[in-house]
């Protein structure tokens, strides 16, 4: 029984992986299926937009990953398939974006951020180490009146 309930799981965690590519998509020759799926992997789903065309069941990703095949099956290098679906859809279907143009303002804005939440810390413990000690305790004569105060 448990065997079994293993082999559910184990046959539930792989299902995913499965489904997205249909078996009519595959190409007979091996080297070509490879070079289409390790594209497959550096192309965003334009619909969910976290998956990679490879494992994404949309519609849309299906026709890219046909597309993805064409092409290689039209004789075309990995770069030219992968700028035919850039110049065609942007280059947001792009995991990896290069880092040029308005996208090299994206790549440097993490690091900046980095650098000025640093600076912000590295002042904020300086400042703290010139502050004034913390207060002494009241004497007898405070604490009477604020005694008083808290009465009224």
């Known amino acids: 029984m ?6 559910s799981l184990l046959l539930c965690l792989l299902a995913p992986a499965a489904i997205a590519v249909q078996p009519d998509e595959v190409l007979a020759d091996p080297a070509l299926e490879s070079r289409a799926r390790a ?10 937009q976290s998956e990679n065309i490879d494992e994404s069941n949309a519609t849309v990703a299906r026709d890219l990953r046909l597309l993805v095949r064409e092409r ?9 398939v992968v700028d035919y679906v850039t110049d065609r859809y942007g ?13 090299l303002i994206l790549w440097l804005t993490g ?12 002042i904020f413990l300086r400042g703290r180490r ?3 000690p913390p207060l002494a305790a009241l004497d007898a004569d405070e604490e009477r009146r604020i005694a008083e105060l808290l009465k009224e």
Request: net charge negative.
């Open 2 to 7: 448990r065997v079994l309930a293993l082999l």
């Open 39 to 48: 594209i497959s992997q550096l192309l965003r789903c334009p619909v969910c």
């Open 72 to 80: 290689l099956l039209a004789g075309d290098s990995d770069a030219e």
């Open 130 to 132: 010139g502050a004034e």
């Open 111 to 122: 690091p900046a951020m980095l650098l000025v939440g640093l600076g912000v810390g590295w």
């Open 91 to 103: 280059e947001y279907v792009l995991f990896r974006p290069p880092a040029r143009g308005s996208n």
